[in-house]
DNA sequence: AATTTCTTGTGAATTTAGGCACAAGGCTAT
DNA sequence: ATAGCCTTGTGCCTAAATTCACAAGAAATT
C-alpha cells in the first residue's frame, strides 16, 4: 500500500487504543481481533483496522492482532519510547490536582517544574517539587535542562503572555485549560481543554 | 434557504464564538465583522459565516452582525437560557477543582450535588455543598429535584458503574474525566475529557 | 435615483473522514 | 498437499466538513 499521511482523527484515537492494549496486557492476554478491541473503544471494526493500517501491518490474518506488537507501534507512533518533560503554569486549583495524578508520570510525563506568580505560592513545596517564580520561566527551564510540554493553568487573562513565555523558553507543545483562544506560531502545537464548552456541548444536545 | 442539521463541529465551535462576543460586548463594542470574529477565535470568515447560517441570518451585509443579537441567538441555539442542574461524584483531587471553579455557574451551570465513596469525605462540607454518600446518589438527586449533567471525577475503574447509577438517576448528559470508554445507552449524551489522551497527542507532534 | 462600497449568505467544488464488502493470506485439520 | 476457516488489509463508495468565490443586499455617497 501507498503510506499516506495519518489522519488528526486517527492520532486521537490511537492513546484509546493504547490504553485497553495495555489493560489487556495487564491480564495476560496476547492476541486480540479488530472486532473485539473495536468494540472496547467504541468503534467498529473496519475504522480500527483502517486506524492501524497507517502504522504498518502487524496483524495475522485469520488470528488478530499480537497485543505486545500494537503497544509497541502505537507507543513508537505516538512517540511515547522517551519520556517527556511538563511544566505547569499557574498552581491554583487546577495545577495542583494536575501535580498531584500519578497517571501522567507512569505514561512517561515527568512534571520538572510548576511555576506561580502569587509570592505567597512561590517557595511553597507541592508534591516533591518548589513553586518558581513565573518571572524567571526561561531560567528554571533552561536549568531543568528543559522543556517539552507547558500546561497553562492560570487565569485566562494572563495565559497569551504565559504562552509567549513558554514559546520563547523553546516549549513546543501548549496544553491550555484557560478560557481563551491563543495565538502560536505555526512551529509550536497547542491543544485546548475547554471544560466551559464541553459543557455547553452538553447543553446543546440535552436541548 | 433550507435549513439543514447543525453539524458537530459547528456547535464545538459555537461555544468560542460565544465566548469572545461576550468579551466585546464587555468592552461595549455592538458590532463585528465575520472576518474580526473569525480572527479571534482561529477560524476563518467563511467558515464563521457557515457555522452562523446554521442558525439563522442575523447579519446585515455591508455592516456585520450585531454582537447582543449574536449572542441571544448563539445561547439560544446552546440551550443557555436556563440554568442546568450539575453533580459531581469523585472528591478526590479534581472533583474540588471544578467544584471551586466560579466560571460554571456564572455561564448558568450550577453544581447541586457532590459526592463521594470514601466515608472520610462523606458529610464533609466543600464549597457550600456537602458530599454525600454515593451509594444514595439516585435519593439525593432525586431531593434536589433532579440533575441534568453528572461530573465523574473518581477512579476509571469505578466509572462505568457510576454512569449507570448517574443514568439510573434520570440524568441524560455525563461528562467523564476517567480514563475508561463508557458505554451509555442512545439517550443519553458523554463527552470525555481525556488528558493524558491531550498529551499523547502533543507528543505525537512533537515526535 | 443611481452608483459605489462593503460584508453577508450560500451554492458548488474540494478535501477529509467513515464504512462496506471482499480478495488476500495465514493457520489448522485431514 | 489441499480444503476449509477465519480475520486482516484495502479499494471503492458514501457522508461530512471545509473552503472558494460570487451574487445578493444594505448603507453611504454623489
Ligand atoms: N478550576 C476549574 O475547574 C476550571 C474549570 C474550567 C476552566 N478553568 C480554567 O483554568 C485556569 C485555572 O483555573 P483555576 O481554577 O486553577 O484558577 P485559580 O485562580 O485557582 O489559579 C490560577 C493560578 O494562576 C496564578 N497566576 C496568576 N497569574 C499568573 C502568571 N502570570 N503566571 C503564573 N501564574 C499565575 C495564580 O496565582 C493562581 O495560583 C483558569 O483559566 C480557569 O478559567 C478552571
Ligand atoms: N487529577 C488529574 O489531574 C487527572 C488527570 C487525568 C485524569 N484524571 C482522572 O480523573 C479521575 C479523578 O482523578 P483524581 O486525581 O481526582 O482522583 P482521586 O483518586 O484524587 O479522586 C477520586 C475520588 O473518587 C472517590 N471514589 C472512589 N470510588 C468512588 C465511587 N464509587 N463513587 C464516588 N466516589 C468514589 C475517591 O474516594 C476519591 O475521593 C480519575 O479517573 C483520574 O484517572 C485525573
Same mark, same amino acid.
Given at each position: 500500500?501507498?503510506?499516506?499521511?495519518?489522519?488528526?482523527?486517527? *492520532?486521537?484515537? @490511537?492513546?484509546?487504543?493504547?490504553?485497553? $492494549? @495495555?489493560?489487556? +496486557?495487564?491480564?495476560?492476554?496476547? /492476541? /486480540?481481533?479488530?472486532? &473485539? @478491541? #473495536? &468494540? =472496547?473503544?467504541?468503534?467498529? #471494526?473496519?475504522?480500527?483496522?483502517?486506524? $492501524?493500517?497507517?502504522?504498518?501491518?502487524?496483524?495475522?490474518?485469520?488470528?488478530?492482532?499480537?497485543?505486545? &506488537?500494537?503497544?509497541?507501534?502505537?507507543?513508537?507512533?505516538?512517540?511515547?519510547?522517551?519520556?517527556?518533560? *511538563? +511544566?505547569? %503554569?499557574?498552581?491554583?486549583?487546577?495545577?495542583?490536582?494536575?501535580?498531584?495524578?500519578?497517571?501522567?508520570?507512569?505514561?512517561?510525563?515527568?512534571? %520538572?517544574?510548576?511555576?506561580?506568580?502569587?509570592?505567597?505560592?512561590?517557595?511553597?513545596?507541592?508534591?516533591?517539587?518548589?513553586?518558581?517564580?513565573?518571572?524567571?520561566?526561561? &531560567?528554571?527551564?533552561?536549568?531543568?535542562?528543559?522543556?517539552?510540554?507547558?500546561?497553562?493553568?492560570?487565569?485566562?487573562?494572563?495565559?497569551?503572555? !504565559?504562552?509567549?513565555? @513558554? *514559546?520563547? #523558553?523553546?516549549?513546543? +507543545?501548549?496544553?491550555?485549560?484557560?478560557?481563551?483562544?491563543?495565538?502560536?506560531?505555526?512551529? !509550536? %502545537? $497547542?491543544?485546548? !481543554?475547554? $471544560?466551559?464548552?464541553?459543557?455547553? *456541548?452538553?447543553?446543546? =444536545?440535552?436541548?
Amino acid at each position: 500500500m501507498k503510506r499516506k499521511r495519518i489522519p488528526q482523527t486517527t *492520532i486521537a484515537r @490511537l492513546p484509546l487504543y493504547l490504553r485497553y $492494549l @495495555l489493560k489487556l +496486557a495487564r491480564k495476560g492476554l496476547r /492476541i /486480540i481481533s479488530s472486532y &473485539e @478491541l #473495536a &468494540e =472496547h473503544v467504541g468503534t467498529n #471494526a473496519a475504522q480500527l483496522r483502517k486506524d $492501524l493500517s497507517y502504522l504498518g501491518e502487524f496483524g495475522t490474518r485469520g488470528v488478530g492482532y499480537d497485543v505486545a &506488537e500494537l503497544i509497541r507501534q502505537i507507543s513508537k507512533c505516538l512517540g511515547l519510547t522517551k519520556e517527556w518533560k *511538563i +511544566a505547569i %503554569v499557574g498552581m491554583g486549583k487546577l495545577g495542583p490536582a494536575l501535580l498531584g495524578y500519578k497517571g501522567f508520570e507512569q505514561e512517561g510525563f515527568k512534571i %520538572v517544574a510548576i511555576f506561580d506568580k502569587n509570592p505567597k505560592k512561590i517557595g511553597k513545596k507541592m508534591g516533591n517539587l518548589v513553586v518558581s517564580d513565573v518571572t524567571n520561566l526561561k &531560567e528554571v527551564i533552561e536549568k531543568v535542562g528543559g522543556v517539552d510540554i507547558g500546561i497553562i493553568t492560570t487565569p485566562a487573562s494572563v495565559a497569551q503572555k !504565559v504562552a509567549n513565555q @513558554l *514559546i520563547d #523558553a523553546g516549549v513546543r +507543545a501548549i496544553l491550555n485549560f484557560a478560557p481563551v483562544t491563543l495565538g502560536v506560531p505555526s512551529n !509550536v %502545537v $497547542l491543544r485546548q !481543554v475547554d $471544560l466551559t464548552t464541553e459543557l455547553q *456541548i452538553l447543553s446543546f =444536545h440535552l436541548t
